[in-house]
Structures are given as structure tokens and as C-alpha cells.
């Protein structure tokens, strides 16, 4: 088939020449026809046009897990990035058909370490620091380094359980080696009181660990990764909201940086921040350090509070983004005819070992 039929984004041109309102009509009728046979989960941070064909809202991992439980499916659409359709593929059974809309949907923290710079590290710092390291990843990491983590005996956390996840993996081995996120990692050490003095970092792309101490000072080492929409927040944005508007409370993510989430009001995962939201007293004002599209969805959801983002000037999370209406009626309408596109498998011992990592998590939270 030749390429001029297609858009810059692999679809053919024929959906972008289609309205809203005709795309709308497509997913809702596979939708209607499919039935139970179709499970579609979108992310926390999808935007609106996604959402509102979902059959369940959530994180990553929760997804992953009511895809498992929908057991007259046979395809789930996951309306989120890769390394969640991963997750998909890995806790559902062979019969099961994980597609993900659009293969753009990436995640620029977990592409941030790969297999082979992982186990170059963990090499490099067994050797160098001489004591038992136990490594932890965020569920936010792609199926290989999940895997890295279950082949040493180590597990998966969220940024719900990372308080339990990381204190179960202190007291197993000396040395906890958490990635990709450096800042979930530190931030949760330091809540449990570690100080910053005895935390390093792990440069992936120079092969260095970045350290002022002594090496038998190390409790914990930070791999070098960020979540690029989390690290906008800053500390002048609290600051300017501190002086502008004192009764207007700073609710951030824990993937924040240290010093964003130590000048905060409160932080926690998006599940802590819906349900402060929740919770919150009508008329009570509020700055929330993450994601937009789940920002601006709370502030709709909740007219009686005065919502704002902490950083005015934020983008959407773009690789989230890129699952839209056309994307979605496109996937469906392959699948429908029998000839699903993008589709995300993983390989069976890839599979066993971030499972593996996954078990170890959910024993113990």
C-alpha cells in the first residue's frame, strides 16, 4: 500500500479527514457491537475525548490488573503509554489481545534505563560498594527492567506503596538501587529517614556514581531518571503562590523533586490526590503539582473547590497525548475487521521475571 495514504502518524488519511462527531459515532458503535468482548482502560492522565469511552479510569497498574479480571475479553485497548500495555500483556493470558492505539505512546522516564545499563550497574556497584544491593523499579519502567528487578530478587512499587516497598527492601539487603526515578526514590527514602547524605546517584550515560561521602555511606542508589512533567514544578512556583494567595495549598506528586515536595503543603500518588480532593472543605483553595489533564479534569469535577495547576504554563503529558479520536476509532475498527494493529507482546521469560517482581509487590502491600 503506498505511503501517501497515510498520515505522519501511521494511520490512514482517511481518519484525519473525518470530524470528531464521525469518530465519536465509530468508537461508540464497536463499542455497542463488541460488548464485553472489548475492555477499554484509559490512564488518569488521558485527556477528555479518550476518557469519556472508558470502561475504567485509573493508574497503570490498577489497569493492568482489571484487564487480568475481565475475563470475557478478548482485547483490551489501553488508552495509556507502552510500558502499560506491557503490564496489560504480562498479568493477562494467552487468549487475551492487549493493543495499544498509537506506538508513539512512550514514556520518556522509563526509556530513561534499559536492560543492558542495568545490569552493567548493578555489576559495577556490587563490586565497587561491596555489600548486598536489592534493586527496585517503579511500575512507571519498561517489561525489561521489571524483569532486571525480579531476576534479583527484587520487586515493583508504586507511588502509593513505595513507603512500605522501599522500607521491606531496606531491611533485605544493605544497599537499595531504585530507578528510574530518582526523585520517587528519594523522597520516599528521606519519609522514612534516610538522610540525603548517604544517597547517591547513578549516571547511566557516563557509567558514574555521583557521590561527595564515603562508598560505606551508600544506603541508597538513585538511578539517574525523571519524569519530564513532574520536574517542571518548582520551588519559585510554590513560592509565588505563598505570597500571592497564602491560603492556597500545595498538593504535589512524589515525582517531584525533593525540594518541590519538602515545600509543599502535602504529596502523594494521584490516587492521595483525588481523594484530597475528595475530601477537601467547599470553597477551599488548591495548587496541584501534576499532570494537566487530570488537573483541569478535578477542577470540572469539582466546581466547589478553586483548583489551579501549580505550574500555569504546564503541558499535558505529550506521549499520553498522542492516543486521540482517530487513533482509537483506527484500532478499533482493525480490530473489528479482524486484523488488529499494534499489538504489545512480551516474551515469555521477560514475562516471568517482571511478573515475578510484580508478586513480590503485591505480597506485601
Not at 66 to 82: I, N
Not at 286 to 301: C, H, K, P, Y
Not at 336 to 349: K, S
Request: some cysteine; hydrophobic content about 40%; aromatic content about 8%.
Amino acid at each position: 500500500m503506498s505511503l501517501d495514504l497515510f498520515t505522519e502518524q501511521g494511520i490512514p488519511k482517511t481518519y484525519s479527514e473525518k470530524t470528531d462527531a464521525q469518530l465519536v459515532t465509530i468508537i461508540k458503535g464497536i463499542k455497542e457491537r463488541m460488548g464485553s468482548r472489548l475492555f477499554l482502560p484509559a490512564h488518569h492522565y488521558q485527556k477528555d475525548e479518550v476518557v469519556q469511552f472508558a470502561d475504567a479510569t485509573g493508574d497503570s497498574l490498577q489497569l493492568a490488573q482489571l484487564a487480568k479480571q475481565m475475563t470475557d475479553a478478548e482485547y483490551t485497548v489501553f488508552c495509556g503509554v507502552h510500558f502499560m500495555a506491557e503490564t496489560a500483556d504480562m498479568l493477562t493470558d494467552q487468549t487475551h489481545t492487549v493493543v495499544l492505539p498509537d506506538m508513539r505512546a512512550g514514556c520518556s522516564m522509563a526509556d530513561m534505563a534499559n536492560g543492558f545499563q542495568t545490569e552493567r550497574a548493578y555489576e559495577i556497584l556490587t563490586n565497587r560498594l561491596g555489600r548486598s544491593i536489592l534493586p527496585l523499579t517503579y511500575v512507571n519502567s519498561t517489561a525489561e527492567i521489571k524483569a532486571f528487578v525480579g531476576r534479583h530478587g527484587g520487586a515493583t512499587v508504586t507511588s502509593s506503596n513505595a513507603v512500605p516497598m522501599v522500607e521491606w527492601a531496606l531491611g533485605e539487603r544493605e544497599i537499595l538501587f531504585f530507578l528510574p526515578d530518582q526523585h520517587l526514590g528519594r523522597n520516599t527514602a528521606h519519609a522514612l529517614g534516610i538522610p540525603l547524605e548517604q544517597m547517591a546517584v547513578w549516571d547511566p550515560i557516563a557509567d558514574r556514581l555521583i557521590f561527595d561521602g564515603a562508598d560505606e555511606d551508600i544506603r541508597v542508589v538513585l538511578w539517574k531518571g525523571h519524569c519530564s512533567v513532574h520536574e517542571k514544578f518548582t520551588v519559585g512556583q510554590i513560592e509565588q503562590f505563598r505570597q500571592a494567595d497564602p491560603e492556597r495549598k500545595i498538593l504535589v506528586h512524589p515525582e517531584c523533586s525533593f525540594e518541590v515536595v519538602a515545600a509543599s503543603d502535602l504529596n502523594g500518588s494521584t490516587a492521595y490526590i483525588i481523594d484530597q480532593i475528595k475530601r477537601a472543605e467547599p470553597g477551599t483553595k488548591w495548587a496541584i503539582g501534576t499532570e494537566m489533564n487530570l488537573v483541569q479534569r478535578l477542577a470540572n469535577d469539582y466546581p466547589q473547590l478553586d483548583i489551579v495547576s501549580l505550574n500555569p504554563f504546564m503541558c499535558p503529558c505529550l506521549t499520553m497525548n498522542r492516543i486521540d479520536l482517530r487513533h482509537l476509532a483506527w484500532s478499533l475498527e482493525q480490530i473489528e475487521a479482524g486484523q488488529p494493529v499494534n499489538i504489545i507482546t512480551v516474551d515469555p521469560e521477560t514475562t516471568r521475571y517482571a511478573v515475578l517482581a510484580l508478586e513480590r509487590m503485591l505480597e506485601r502491600s
